[in-house]
């Protein structure tokens, strides 16, 4: 019979053998190659842009959003192709896409290449901001086919120029690349100037919409049926903007999400920091009336203040106005009467105005000059 030491030996041995790990356990794990999965990935991103599918690699404001683009794994591609371009209702559109996908193999490197611009990055989220249906790629296409036809027009004019004018033939060519890189980059910013747009329209109807929103509240409504009566009412964009967030929150999104989503789409400063202010209080459990009401008499002296700048901005605008479109008109005209008329005196060349100089003025310079100043009048007016 074994006394009690050789047991207390064999029962430490077997506590040994339990806690010591076997071989399996000490082998290393094994690691992942992570510059052969990139590899990878890169073939299969490279594969899809030549199928039509690009992938967005974008950060910022997009980035945030690519939840409301597409939900899912879906967020992560567009499948909207240049080919759909054909299929819109626009002829417009139809026939610029129909142009694109004709001369497609002198295109698509420009396209490919003007993807690398902070502009083009920036595309799919001012899209996305303005309502307008297309994808990034899309709307790449569509500028460069314009930007192509301005290359011929700026040709055409060119060459007719450099005919009447005698300048050498290569001046046309330059021309028509002028032509195409304006006409490019005034089509590139098309879909940031019609969100920037919508965002003034939102701004001028946000105090009432807020107003309505707050006597909803008071009156015992829920906040979801106040956002849909503020989507049934007729406050423009604005209005069209809610019904954007209902159809959100109908679709499952939750209301705080489908807020801060609207807060991040629109250009309005004054409705993304009402939009911040509610999901604050709908975390917080604040009183949404009275925040609704606080908020609408901030954006109301806002605009008072907007209107306020702009009059004293008008009031030196008005001195440059008057010497650009009157003085200056007159004091040409009668320097030139003076320099050419058969008065006996010799001017010098500094001062002697020919007749072809001032019909190019008042036929070009002038013109020029009162569009600028109209332009400028047009940019710094308030939207209220």
Do not use: C
């Not at 106040?226 to 939750?254: C, H, K, M, P």
């Amino acid at each position: 019979m074994p006394s009690i030491d050789d047991l207390r030996k064999k029962i430490e041995s077997k506590k040994a053998d339990i806690k010591a790990p076997g071989k399996d356990e000490l082998a290393e794990p094994e690691t992942v190659d992570l510059e052969q999965v990139e590899k990878i990935v890169a073939k299969m991103k490279k594969k899809y842009r030549e199928q039509g599918i690009e992938f967005e690699e974008v950060g910022g404001r997009l980035s945030e959003l690519r939840g409301i683009i597409a939900e899912g794994e879906a967020a992560k591609i567009n499948v909207q192709p240049v080919e759909e371009l054909k299929e819109f209702r626009s002829p417009i559109i139809r026939q610029l896409g129909n142009f694109y996908l004709s001369f497609q193999f002198l295109f698509k490197p420009l396209t490919r290449n003007l993807r690398r611009f902070p502009i083009a990055k920036e595309l799919a989220y001012y899209l996305y901001s303005a309502n307008m249906k297309f994808s990034a790629q899309q709307y790449l296409a569509l500028s460069v086919a314009s930007a192509a036809i301005g290359l011929i027009f700026g040709m055409v004019i060119g060459a007719i120029v450099s005919f009447l004018w005698a300048w050498p033939i290569w001046s046309a060519l330059l021309i028509g690349i002028l032509f195409f890189f304006i006409t490019l980059i005034l089509v590139m910013i098309i879909p940031k100037t019609i969100a920037q747009r919508r965002g003034d329209e939102m701004s001028v109807e946000l105090p009432f919409a807020l107003r309505h929103m707050a006597t909803e509240l008071k009156a015992g409504i829920g906040l979801y049926k106040a956002l849909q009566a503020i989507a049934q009412s007729d406050y423009g964009v604005l209005s069209d903007e809610f019904s954007r967030t209902i159809n959100e929150i109908e679709e499952g999104t939750d209301t705080k999400d489908a807020l801060r989503h609207f807060a991040l789409r629109t250009q309005s400063r004054a409705l993304r920091s009402a939009l911040f202010h509610v999901i604050r209080a709908l975390k917080t459990g604040g009183n949404l009336s009275n925040v609704m009401g606080e908020i609408a008499e901030d954006v109301s002296f806002e605009l008072r203040m907007k209107i306020r700048d702009f009059a004293e901005k008008m009031n030196f605008f008005g001195v440059i106005f008057i010497f650009g479109a009157i003085v200056l008109p007159v004091f040409v005209a009668i320097i030139g009467a003076v320099t050419n008329a058969p008065l006996g005196v010799n001017f010098s060349q500094a001062f002697q105005l020919t007749p072809q100089f001032i019909i190019i003025f008042y036929a070009l310079i002038m013109p020029l000059v009162i569009a600028l100043l109209l332009v400028y009048l047009k940019f710094v007016q308030p939207r209220v």
